[in-house]
């Protein structure tokens, strides 16, 4: 499988990973303290070719999912459900390197792109309180599995609704998400 556009990641265990399942090229950031120079790099990158953020499915990773859309905007994203990416070492860590070729694959196969269009979800925030994905006891966990259905990556409660607008989420890929979890139960 050859991707066209360049994959940001974290670090070098990354670019491995990646390489291992795909031809691509990588730029890596170093962590979440990305620095300018880096930065350049990846909106130089999505001018010519296009990129796609591929970052660990934890609280560093989202931040330099962040700090990515707010200085290269329309970048693609993809993500890798947590349990993917966990070690199988105890107590490790959790990052894109502990991923198999084919979990790799597929959440490059379903990136998402952002973009600036004023969009707002059909899905409400009253709707997620009662369905339980806010607020309530489980809730947390309930997230984990809605965002890895959506292929959204996982969110706190204050994310949830930003990246159900931010990644265009209809009421019918919500309803279809609901449905699939339904029936895994």
Do not use: W
Request: proline letters at 2%; a neutral charge.
């Amino acid at each position: 499988m050859k991707i066209k556009e360049i994959i940001v990641v974290e670090g070098k265990d990354d670019t491995i990973a990646i390489h291992r399942a795909v031809a691509a090229d990588t730029i890596e950031t170093n962590g979440s303290a990305i620095s300018k120079k880096t930065l350049e790099r990846i909106k130089k990158a999505q001018e010519i070719r296009g990129v796609i953020v591929l970052t660990d499915p934890d609280f560093p990773g989202n931040k330099i999912r962040q700090t990515i859309d707010r200085y290269v905007p329309g970048c693609k994203h993809a993500f890798i459900e947590r349990g993917a990416a966990q070690s199988k070492r105890a107590g490790a860590s959790l990052g894109v390197e502990h991923a198999s070729d084919d979990v790799i694959r597929e959440a490059l196969a379903n990136v998402y792109t952002t973009d600036n269009e004023a969009f707002t979800s059909e899905v409400t925030q009253e709707e997620l309180i009662a369905l339980g994905y806010l607020g309530g006891p489980g809730s947390k966990e309930k997230r984990a599995i809605l965002g890895d259905v959506l292929k959204i990556g996982y969110t706190n409660g204050k994310q949830l609704m930003n990246r159900l607008r931010m990644f265009h989420i209809t009421r019918e890929q919500f309803e279809a998400a609901l449905a699939e979890i339904g029936r895994d139960d």
